[in-house]
């Protein structure tokens, strides 16, 4: 096949978050098999050698500057991009990185008949797309989460950054996503949660569920059980679901923890952490690492991973690459999203936890259960190789690109 693969996020090196990751590994996949032409933006912080490196990837690097941030905008200024987005029906961060001459590059390699199928990694870049391309192609979106759903589940458990905002949004949204939808012959989802709503705004397209994938180069299995009291949290620290759950284990769940085993500490391991998430090191046992050379080497140092995701829709990286380097994880029914890790037919791979009590209660029952701890190692491990490997993600994701 020959693919045009629109990303607006340079998805090298895949150490930037979720959809970093998951476009590159796929594109790392399907460029062994096939011809892949790919379009994409370079902020500031990416490097000449950086481009090089992704240009070896793929069959044709096209990268155009992404545009320059908008400052802190005033009252006025945000009330006339929420009416653009009320007339026109496009969010304001689809907006803000669309470039039209990356549209009429599109448009051209659309016209030429070139490429067989057009995809979209990450629903950003369904504004490149014609609602009348899927008429002569296949034209695929890999919506790695539903935005509508999101924010309904923002509003929903009380962690909105804006609640008034999101509230005037959330119509928006679902109206957006239905149109976009629309467009698309083939789409793309991580969980069957998504899918099922997705479903509903275009019945007539053809879905396929694509979890994530782990490299387990970059994630080995642990040599050994570290035991202790020693919790940890991975993830992008800029990123509001990432936030908002380390703010809450931080502020609720660890300190009821320390008042049953003092010692307790947590590191917050992940790339460019916000003042918010730095402050959180003033509180006793907490660590703020900020982006670290192996996140597997800490994963294997920690006796627990705690996943509190309140909110983010979509399956989680962090919980599988926890799962592949052998760290008993203790999650929320979001962090664990997509996954069968538990049930009367399923092999225990994770304790589930919700409630400020049932963490406390969960994490303790592992400090305290060596043999627990080795079942959900092996068990998540087993897991992340049978399901949940980048290969596997390929193969699928190359099957719905040929229809």
């Known amino acids: 096949m020959n693919i045009l693969m629109l990303s607006s996020t340079f998805p090298?090196?895949?150490?930037?978050?979720g959809t970093q990751v998951r476009t590159f590994n796929l594109l790392k996949y399907l460029s062994q098999r096939?011809?892949?032409?790919?379009?994409?933006?370079?902020?500031?912080?990416?490097?000449d050698s950086e481009v090089a490196a992704l240009r070896d990837r793929v069959s044709e690097l096209v990268v155009f500057d992404r545009p320059a941030a908008?400052?802190?905008?005033?009252?006025l200024d945000k009330l006339g991009r929420f009416a653009t987005f009320l007339n026109a029906g496009t969010p304001p961060n689809v907006l803000s990185s669309y470039l039209p001459e990356m549209q009429e590059y599109v448009d051209r390699a659309m016209q030429s008949s070139k490429y067989d199928v057009i995809t979209c990694e990450h629903s950003v870049n369904e504004i490149y797309v014609h609602p009348e391309s899927r008429k002569t192609h296949r034209t695929v979106v890999n919506v790695h989460s539903s935005v509508y759903g999101s924010c309904k589940n923002q509003l929903q458990t009380g962690t909105s950054e804006n609640t008034l905002r999101d509230r005037l949004n959330l119509p928006l949204l679902k109206r957006y996503e239905q149109r976009?939808?629309?467009?698309?012959?083939?789409?793309?989802?991580?969980?069957?949660?998504?899918?099922?709503?997705?479903?509903?705004?275009n019945p007539t397209a053809q879905f396929q569920v694509i979890p994530n994938g782990v490299d387990f180069a970059d994630f080995p299995y642990r040599t050994a059980d570290p035991g202790g009291h020693r919790l940890i949290f991975i993830g992008a620290m800029d990123n509001l679901a990432n936030i908002d759950a380390v703010q809450f284990l931080s502020l609720e769940i660890l300190p009821v923890l320390q008042q049953q085993y003092p010692d307790t500490t947590l590191a917050l391991v992940g790339a460019r952490p916000t003042p918010e998430v730095l402050k959180l090191s003033d509180r006793p046992g907490i660590t703020v690492t900020g982006r670290v050379p192996s996140m597997a080497d800490y994963l294997h140092r920690a006796t627990v991973c705690v996943i509190?995701?309140?909110?983010g829709y979509g399956i989680k990286n962090k919980t599988l690459e926890a799962m592949a380097a052998g760290t008993p994880v203790v999650s929320s029914d979001r962090g664990l999203e997509g996954m069968s890790v538990d049930g009367e037919t399923v092999p225990i791979c994770a304790l589930r936890a919700n409630r400020v009590e049932e963490y406390v209660e969960a994490i303790a029952h592992l400090f305290e259960d060596a043999s627990l701890r080795e079942r959900l190692s092996r068990e998540g491990r087993s897991l992340v190789e049978a399901d949940y490997t980048w290969e596997r993600a390929g193969r699928l994701y190359e099957e719905a690109l040929e229809g």
């Open 12 to 17: 090298y090196p895949p150490t930037g978050g």
């Open 34 to 47: 096939h011809s892949v032409t790919l379009l994409t933006q370079r902020s500031s912080q990416v490097t």
């Open 308 to 311: 509190p995701m309140r909110t």
């Open 70 to 75: 908008v400052p802190t905008q005033n009252f």
């Open 180 to 201: 976009y939808c629309k467009k698309f012959t083939n789409i793309v989802v991580t969980t069957e949660e998504d899918r099922s709503q997705l479903q509903a705004f």
